[in-house]
């Protein structure tokens, strides 16, 4: 879980005897407030809007003239500056009011705050226009999110533009009320180059308002457009009833993640949301029904600064098994906290023993022969390739119209993963910063080398026979798992993957946006491309029928030790150049969340290979011990050789720049030993890539000093 805080800001315009809100914001917040709305934030306008996915039409799209909406129920007891409320209206141009009666509507075009066209007792998201440039999806929706007595109800303006804005540019945000705490949330959902100077605040009357600092000139702070379909990249600001207390101390961030090992050490942040300077503070945790665990820190955090805590106390959970931990703050200099709805933090966990293996990562680039600026894609792919060994490449053909090598389990991994190419996903993770699965390209590289460093409990082989004759083709796919895996709906899925794939005519002939662009790769090679090569092309998917894997090979909670397998049996396509195929396994989760469905592990062998390559890679592999590791100077290398074959051993780094290579020549069969010399590298975790004959094994050493 992340909540980072960087930002907090209070804009008093003027007060009143009783009437008091201070604000925080949230940039970057990572998530909605409270986490309780994770719906996706597209497409949706007042013309999408049905009944299943649970909005309400409060204004219809199409309006382009100023209106207010019918008055709306708040379904919950609610207290706008301690004077309870029951309903509110909307107005089109950003502005909700609980003075129902009100009938003068704010104008387009916002302005600073306390302001005479604004009712009395009203939220703002002021100086957004319905139907700037167009209307066919932008309109007002509502609806409530959570469980009493903590729901929040919120109103969208859904596809929104500002004054002047043409139809290529939108916007989305919220204003949201919660129950029980009363707290008010302005939501900045996602925009798309919509030049915005907003007004975001709330006006008590024509005397007294507050506004976030910036106001009337806020831009939107999540511009990225088409790719923000969910709450991870979203701000938002928080208004809050009374004065700022002199002391309040929030958990914000607790290091626990989805699987850890055991004994554990919390860390995490605070901030000190009081208006006194934090001086000192408790953090306790406990496994949920456990002990409290407390301990106190001394510090001196400035009003909306943040802290970084260790806990001195070591959490020792059992290894196979899920444990909830609560973890939460208390005592601000030395008092008790006036505001305990931002103390506490829970997590759930997986604990693992921590033995793993090396991990291949799979690149599942989305592209296709329409998509002008999927050439650049594909160079960004052999880019990656050519510097990290470890990456599994594949191209699937959907998610910008099909073309002639589109098949239906692509295009379900489109509908998944993400919209537009070239995107792809990077072991099917979203990411931090990411929007969705399926990303842009200017972070598969630096994402290929984050998720390289992470560590596998389970290592895939395949193994099988290819008759080049008849073309039956016999797969095995066995994943040894040596750890303990997060619990979950594990499977086990064949990709058939044709390399260098050309062809006639539109369905192949690839639309290139950098003709004309000096210096790129494609530059000077014709709109479209005539003949282009498709690398790593998706040819078909095992089990049939099934793009997400076979079920129920694997069981829920696998644990060290344990092996699974299946095996496809399938003429291979009389069409498809056998030299050029490569067979891809892999072990993913399958989950109803598509964001959760992450790639444990992948192997990728060539067809040709299948019969004797694997099975003497991964007798080599499994000999191949790399010790002392961690070093600090001196690393042996041992394995067990087959047949006397020529070895070579390269070491890299995360980037893909070779720090070392050794040139063994031929050695013997049996067990051999070599020396690495690694007292030059700096502290860090490397590749080390030992060349037997024709074929690779890839270990990781880490290096400490």
């Known amino acids: 879980m992340k909540k980072i ?72 007891p609610f207290s706008f500056n301690g004077t309870p409320v029951t309903q509110y209206k909307v107005s089109n141009s950003g502005v909700l009011t609980f003075s129902t009666g009100a009938t003068t509507i704010p104008a387009f075009a916002n302005a600073t705050i306390p302001n005479a066209s604004i009712p ?22 509502n609806k409530t999110h959570g469980t009493a007595p903590n729901r929040q109800h919120w109103v969208n303006f859904a596809s929104f533009g500002a004054p002047g804005a043409s139809g290529s540019q939108w916007t989305y945000w919220g204003i949201v009320m919660e129950e029980t705490t009363n707290n008010i949330y302005i939501v900045d959902l996602r925009t798309y180059v919509t030049p915005l100077s907003l007004t975001i ?49 929030e958990l914000s961030d607790i290091n626990v993640s989805a699987a850890i090992t055991s004994p554990f050490t919390l860390s995490g942040t605070i901030v000190n949301k009081g208006s006194a300077n934090l001086t000192s503070f408790n953090i ?26 260790t806990h001195g106390t070591a959490w020792s959970p059992t290894a196979g098994q899920s444990h909830d931990i609560k973890v939460y703050s208390s005592s601000p200099n030395a008092v008790a906290d006036p505001n305990n709805t931002n103390d506490t933090l829970t997590a759930t966990t997986f604990v693992t023993n921590g033995t793993s293996v090396s991990r291949n990562v799979l690149l599942e680039e989305f592209t296709t022969a329409p998509c002008q600026f999927c050439p650049d894609g594909a160079v960004r ?13 594949v191209g699937e053909h959907a998610c910008f119209g099909t073309d002639a090598m589109t098949i239906p389990e692509a295009s379900t991994y489109c509908s998944a993963f993400g919209s537009g190419a070239p995107t792809a996903s990077v072991d099917r993770v979203l990411f931090p910063g990411e929007s969705s699965v399926a990303h842009g390209r200017g972070t598969w590289a630096a994402n290929c080398i984050t998720q390289a460093a992470v560590l596998s409990p389970v290592d895939v082989t395949l193994t099988g026979t290819f008759n080049p004759s008849t073309r039956m083709t016999t797969v095995n796919i066995d994943a040894d798992f040596v750890d303990y895996a997060v619990p979950g709906d594990l499977r086990l899925t064949l990709f058939v993957v044709e390399d260098s794939v050309t062809g006639v ?36 998917v095992y089990p049939t029928n099934n793009a997400w894997g076979a079920p129920s090979i694997i069981a829920t909670n696998p644990g060290p030790n344990s092996n699974y397998n299946t095996s496809y049996t399938f003429a291979m396509n009389s069409a498809w150049k056998a030299q050029d195929i490569s067979l891809v396994g892999f072990v993913s989760y399958f989950n109803a969340n598509t964001a959760q469905r992450e790639v444990l592990n992948s192997v990728e062998i060539k067809l040709n290979n299948l019969t004797t390559s694997v099975e003497e890679i991964k007798k080599d592999a499994s000999s191949l011990n790399i010790f002392p590791n961690p070093t600090s100077d001196l690393t042996n290398l041992e394995l067990n050789l087959d047949n006397s074959s020529a070895v070579i051993v390269e070491v890299i780094d995360f980037t893909g720049k070779r720090l070392l290579l050794e040139d063994f020549g031929v050695m013997s069969a049996g067990k051999q030993r070599m020396q690495l010399n690694l007292a030059n590298l700096a502290s860090g975790m490397y590749f080390v890539n030992v060349r037997i004959g024709d074929q690779v094994v890839t270990r990781k050493v880490s290096v400490t000093k």
Request: charged fraction near 10%; aromatic fraction near 10%.
């Open 120 to 141: 009395d007792m009203s939220v703002m998201v002021w100086g957004l226009q319905q139907g700037a440039g167009g209307s066919a999806n932008d309109g007002v929706i």
């Open 381 to 393: 792919v052999e880019q990656i390739l050519a510097t990290n060994p470890v990456v599994i490449a």
């Open 5 to 76: 805080i960087t930002c907090l800001a209070v804009a008093l315009c003027s007060t009143g005897a009783f009437a008091q809100y201070y604000s925080n914001t949230y940039n970057p917040a990572g998530m909605n407030p409270g986490g309780l709305n994770t719906d996706a934030e597209q497409p949706f306008g007042a013309a999408g809007v049905t009944a299943a996915n649970g909005y309400s039409v409060v204004i219809a799209a199409g309006g382009s003239t100023l209106a207010w909406s019918p008055t709306q129920t708040i379904p919950f």
């Open 201 to 249: 605040g709330v006006q008590i009357d024509t005397a007294t308002a507050f506004s976030i600092a910036g106001a009337p000139n806020t831009p939107s702070f999540v511009t990225n457009g088409g790719n923000a379909s969910d709450p991870t990249d979203n701000v938002y600001y928080e208004f809050i009833q009374g004065v700022r207390p002199t002391e309040d101390i």
């Open 505 to 540: 005519g539109s369905g192949y002939n690839q639309v290139n946006a950098y003709n004309n662009s000096a210096g790129h790769p494609y530059a000077g090679a014709g709109n479209p491309i005539v003949g282009f090569v498709h690398k790593h092309v998706l040819r078909d």
């Open 284 to 309: 306790v945790w406990e496994d949920v029904n456990g002990t409290p665990n407390s301990q106190s820190y001394t510090a001196n955090v400035a009003p909306q600064g943040s802290f970084t805590f």
